[in-house]
């Protein structure tokens, strides 16, 4: 039988802020889960407009910040911000394929063709705390450079504890399918990310030596899916929580703000249903709280 604490729930810009954990945490209260990445500039200069800036991680269980970054002393101190805030470890983006983080930042998946300045990052952040830390990578750059396996044995020289590896390269983007490739002679654990979705994925992951698997779009819309490949079952109904992540996010966030930034996951969770691009439409032009919770209550049956 699978275990949660197996199980990681990934990083994802724009998706996995302190709402979306919430519902997480609640189907799978074990599992590691990975903060959305945030910026070392960002965390450091506590720039105001940023709200996870000033997340507190001491209530959420088993949870890593993830800093992405090129100046080797702002990863530093950004790590040491997020352990006083209660990360239990510190993550490093070293697989960020958007242009404005791995060409104009020179971070998140540059460092796959830095592996100094990826190594001198490391070793700072490292340094500076007293919790593990990580990494995630891919698999390389590009088809011509799949050099996953040097970047993860000099994160295990600089004292990175574990490595997740999407099994695509920079080129990919999220395209094609993932290859998950054989990391039983790796010096520390590797965890697989990349299309799990299945009981049968995280077996096939074990067999190739990985030590957990790290699920990121299978969990858009199906925020209890970690539970589900662990032998647990979906909500009855899903309406209920697709009002409590709104709830949530209108906490977080306030109204004005949460609202069109819930349009994407009403969207997920209604994703092959009956009509629902018709409440896809629908959502989309709305701006009022209470009208936004009248028609997810309608289309989940709830009135």
């Known amino acids: 039988m699978l275990c949660d604490n197996q199980i990681f729930a990934a990083p994802m810009a724009g998706i996995t802020d302190r709402p979306f954990r919430r519902i997480v945490r609640e189907f799978s209260p074990n599992a590691p889960m990975v903060t959305e990445m945030i910026s070392c500039h960002s965390i450091v200069g506590a720039h105001k407009n940023c709200l996870r800036n000033f997340d507190n991680y001491a209530d959420e269980g088993a949870i890593g910040a993830q800093i992405f970054g090129a100046d080797v002393n702002l990863m530093a101190d950004a790590a040491r911000i997020l352990q006083d805030a209660g990360a239990k470890w510190i993550d490093i983006n070293m697989g960020c394929p958007v242009p404005k983080v791995a060409t104009r930042a020179g971070a998140g998946a540059h460092l796959m063709q830095d592996h100094k300045l990826a190594g001198n990052i490391m070793t700072a952040v490292v340094r500076a705390v007293q919790i593990p830390v990580s990494i995630k990578?891919?698999?390389?750059?590009?088809?011509?450079?799949?050099?996953?396996?040097?970047?993860?044995?000099?994160?295990?020289?600089?004292?990175?504890?574990?490595?997740?590896?999407?099994?695509?390269?920079?080129?990919?983007?999220?395209?094609?399918?993932?290859?998950?490739?054989?990391?039983?002679?790796?010096?520390?654990?590797?965890?697989?990310?990349?299309?799990?979705?299945?009981?049968?994925?995280?077996?096939?992951?074990?067999?190739?030596?990985?030590?957990?698997?790290?699920i990121g779009r299978?969990?858009?819309?199906?925020?209890?899916?970690?539970?589900?490949?662990?032998?647990?079952?979906?909500?009855?109904?899903?309406?209920?929580?697709?009002?409590?992540?709104?709830?949530?996010?209108?906490?977080?966030?306030?109204?004005?703000?949460?609202?069109?930034?819930?349009?994407?996951?009403?969207?997920?969770?209604?994703?092959?249903?009956?009509?629902?691009?018709?409440?896809?439409?629908?959502?989309n032009q709305i701006t009022d709280a209470n009208l936004l919770k009248v028609a997810i209550r309608e289309f989940w049956g709830m009135i």
């Not at 695509?168 to 290859?179: E, F, I, K, S």
């Not at 662990?230 to 004005?256: S, T």
Request: proline share 5%; with cysteine; net charge neutral.
């Open 218 to 283: 299978g969990l858009m819309g199906a925020p209890w899916i970690i539970n589900q490949i662990c032998g647990g079952c979906a909500p009855d109904n899903v309406g209920e929580i697709v009002l409590r992540h709104l709830e949530y996010a209108i906490e977080y966030y306030g109204a004005a703000t949460a609202i069109p930034m819930f349009r994407k996951h009403a969207a997920w969770y209604s994703a092959g249903m009956p009509n629902s691009s018709a409440f896809r439409i629908h959502v």
């Open 137 to 214: 990578t891919r698999l390389g750059w590009d088809d011509a450079h799949r050099d996953w396996r040097n970047l993860i044995d000099i994160a295990a020289d600089c004292g990175v504890r574990f490595a997740a590896l999407h099994g695509r390269t920079r080129a990919q983007l999220y395209l094609g399918g993932a290859v998950h490739p054989d990391v039983s002679t790796c010096p520390i654990p590797v965890i697989a990310n990349g299309d799990i979705r299945t009981a049968d994925d995280v077996k096939r992951a074990y067999d190739l030596g990985y030590s957990g698997v790290m």
